[in-house]
Antibody, heavy 124, light 107 residues
Framework: QVQLQQWGAGLLKPSETLSLTCAVY????????WSWIRQPPGMGLEWIGE???????NYNPSLKTRLTISVDTSKSQFSLKLSSVTAADTAVYYC??????????????????WGKGTTVTVSS | DIQMTQSPSSLSASVGDRVTVTCRAS??????LNWYQQRPGEAPKLLIY???SLQSGVPSRFSGSGSGTDFTLTISGLRPEDFATYYC?????????FGQGTKVEIK
């Protein structure tokens, strides 16, 4: 069964760069999109961005100027870097697998496997 | 961006109740709508994709319906493990936006 294991620094100071990595275990890395989603304390979910195995990315415009998502297919890993963090970036960050199901009615995208989440706190 | 609005924000229900959560999109998204369940301290879990298709392994008491701008998630016969927060998410276009969540609490 596919598992996503994620890690990265949990405590940052303002202006530093947030860096997280997610590894895919048991299962194919190709044929899927790989996403990052975050959840501020007590709040809802925000899609950050995604990458496919070929390295094509899509970013949330609200974060685009500070965001880099990259992939290492040799290790079945993908990473998130968010620069110039502030307290507003404090959140639980999740990685997830995105699947595009092609049907006669359309191509339906959903995130079906999630990592356990990494808590990132930005504080001086 | 497509805005997703859920109602209610929270509800209280008893074990065995039938519960309905509503999600409205700010523009038509056909059936490009997913539902997730999040228990406290856990990652979200996919329940429903393409508005009404049940994800493998999800109990049949969960069902989804709707198209265009209005969607519903129904839990028929609430069980203790269903007390959680539920999110809708549109996959019509990027950015992939979520509703604000509906918390289902024990009455």
């Amino acid at each position: 069964q596919v598992q996503l294991q994620q890690w990265g620094a949990g405590l940052l100071k303002p202006s530093e760069t947030l860096s997280l990595t997610c590894a895919v275990y048991v299962g194919s890395f190709r044929g899927y999109d790989w996403s990052w989603i975050r959840q501020p304390p007590g709040m809802g979910l925000e899609w950050i961005g995604e990458i496919n195995h070929g390295g094509s990315t899509n970013y949330n415009p609200s974060l685009k100027t500070r965001l880099t998502i990259s992939v290492d297919t040799s290790k079945s890993q993908f990473s998130l870097k968010l620069s110039s963090v502030t307290a507003a970036d404090t959140a639980v960050y999740y990685c997830a697998r995105g699947f595009l199901l092609g049907t006669t009615s359309g191509n339906f995208y959903y995130m079906d496997v999630w990592g356990k989440g990494t808590t990132v706190t930005v504080s001086s | 961006d497509i805005q997703m609005t859920q109602s209610p924000s929270s509800l209280s229900a008893s074990v065995g109740d039938r519960v309905t959560v509503t999600c409205r999109a700010s523009q038509s998204i056909s059936k490009f709508l997913n539902w997730y369940q999040q228990r406290p301290g856990e990652a979200p879990k996919l329940l429903i994709y393409a508005a009404s298709s049940l994800q493998s392994g999800v109990p049949s008491r969960f069902s989804g319906s709707g198209s265009g701008t209005d969607f519903t998630l129904t839990i028929s016969g609430l069980r203790p493990e269903d007390f959680a927060t539920y999110y809708c998410q549109q996959s019509h276009s990027r950015p992939r936006t979520f509703g604000q969540g509906t918390k289902v609490e024990i009455k």
